[in-house]
């Protein structure tokens, strides 16, 4: 079975003192092994590596105060049926300014041989680096699981004992998720499907190496706990309409609010969460080299209209606005399951006649139903054209208008509500009032009424 390629980023600070956070120095551990020959996204996996990394590692030229350094593994020994070199890693460009040019070299060189020794990779990386007074990355790019005898989380769990704190970003295409239980004790996880947002997501996690600067935006429930999600968040210029960032919000695989990388620390902002209602946060300044939290009130809950009993109509629309305004927020259809911000609405239901729900209240994490009586069908037939309405008949002195009846048709039919009606008409040819008759009739849930008029 062909694996899938994944990007491990590892942030790993070790002892850095005031003058040494200055120095950055990442670690590129490149997957070369035989499973790198297969195919994903139009060509095999080692050229779309290759072009990835090559494509980062130009990018970093000219930074200032970064070295950069490759190890390389599964390109030594070939696999064989009977035997797998799990020893199979090695340092092939060792830490130095201005060595883009070597990395890329041998990256374009090496061809795919052996196995997968992911765990004693990053063991013997720990060693690559010269001292300990900098703020240490290590990005792994490789398309499979661990192949031998050693698993990531204890490799951690090592290095950690040596004063080294492994904290991975987790980049899968495709991935099983089930997968990522084996790195729980270690990291972050963000999925990509297609080269494209392959591409994307390494822009980010470089930034993020060298900018140290994050954001995670906590869309908070009536508990103060960031739970919401799955909504648009717009990020604007603050005070204009000038839009810069534009985000799906995501919970990771955790359960927690996904961190960004790349918004900018160059300017305040103004944020609109794409809820029903909107919900705005003014003026963000977002610090540097910190991990910024920028919370939103957010809370909401799920509204739904069903219909009860038998009907003739299933597909009903439902008018929302916010309790005592008059400007339609949503229509939602029937059983449809719609969030709101926790409060309270005016629903008009769409029927004949129209069905209103004042001050219905939307609760935490909770359904709300509303539930519809049942429609029935009506079918009036006339053999001259007429003039004429329907009324509902409901017991008191004013009878509630339905519809009007279309002069130009001798036979129609509606969807009504349950109830009593009456139709008023006359011929439309009539010059006179006297010609003007009342004809009732009744409707129920789910049943036929033809009305000969």
């Not at 590692?57 to 593994?73: K, M, Q, S």
């Not at 030594?76 to 060792?94: A, F, G, H, M, R």
């Not at 947002?197 to 706990?225: E, G, H, P, W």
């Not at 300017?267 to 920028?294: A, C, F, G, S």
Request: glycine share 6%.
């Amino acid at each position: 079975m062909i694996r899938n390629i994944v990007i491990f980023i590892f942030l790993s600070f070790v002892g850095i003192s005031s003058n040494a956070q200055d120095l950055t120095r990442i670690l590129f551990i490149f997957d070369a092994s035989n499973s790198m020959n297969g195919k994903w996204e139009g060509a095999t996996k080692i050229i779309r590596a290759r072009e990835i990394l090559n494509e980062a590692i130009t990018e970093l030229e000219g930074v200032p105060n970064l070295d950069i350094a490759l190890r390389v593994y599964g390109h030594q020994s070939p696999i064989t049926p009977t035997y797998q070199d799990c020893n199979d890693t090695k340092l092939e460009v060792p830490f130095g300014p201005n060595n883009h040019s070597k990395i890329k070299n041998f990256i374009n060189m090496v061809e795919p041989k052996g196995t997968t020794p992911i765990a004693r990779s990053l063991e013997a990386a720990a060693e690559d680096f010269p001292d300990k007074n900098a703020r240490n990355i290590i990005i792994l790019i490789t398309d499979g699981q661990e192949a031998c005898d050693q698993f990531p989380c204890e490799v951690a769990r090592k290095l950690k004992s040596k004063g080294i704190n492994v904290t991975p970003f987790v980049v899968g295409l495709g991935i099983d998720l089930k997968y990522l239980n084996d790195f729980d004790c270690i990291g972050r996880f963000y999925e990509a499907s297609t080269l494209e947002s392959f591409r994307k997501v390494m822009k980010s996690v470089i930034s993020d190496a060298l900018l140290n600067t994050t954001v995670q935006i906590n869309l908070n429930d009536t508990y103060k706990k960031p739970s919401e999600t799955n909504v648009t968040v717009f990020l604007y210029e603050a005070g204009t309409n000038n839009l810069k960032y534009t985000f799906m919000h995501t919970l990771n695989f955790k359960g927690n609010p996904d961190t960004l990388t790349v918004i900018e620390p160059t300017m305040k902002y103004d944020m609109l969460v794409n809820t029903l209602p909107k919900v705005e946060v003014k003026n963000i300044t977002i610090q540097r080299n910190t991990h910024n939290i920028i919370p939103a009130y957010c809370p909401q809950g799920k509204l739904v209209t069903r219909i009860k009993g038998p009907t003739k109509k299933t597909e009903v629309k439902v008018r929302v606005s916010q309790a005592g305004k008059s400007i339609t927020l949503n229509v939602q259809e029937v059983n449809e399951v719609q969030n709101y911000i926790v409060g309270n609405y005016d629903l008009e239901i769409l029927t004949l006649p129209r069905i209103y729900h004042k001050d219905v209240a939307v609760n935490q994490s909770a359904h709300t139903y509303i539930e519809i009586p049942g429609s029935g069908y009506l079918k009036y037939k006339t053999y001259n054209p007429i003039v004429g309405q329907i009324f509902k008949v409901d017991g008191s002195d004013k009878d509630e208008w339905v519809c009007d009846l279309d002069p130009e048709k001798l036979t129609d039919y509606f969807y009504l509500q349950p109830g009593s009606y009456k139709f008023v008409y006359r011929p439309k040819s009539a010059v006179s009032t006297d010609y003007t008759s009342v004809k009732e009739f009744r409707i129920l849930s789910g049943e036929n009424t033809i009305v000969n008029l």
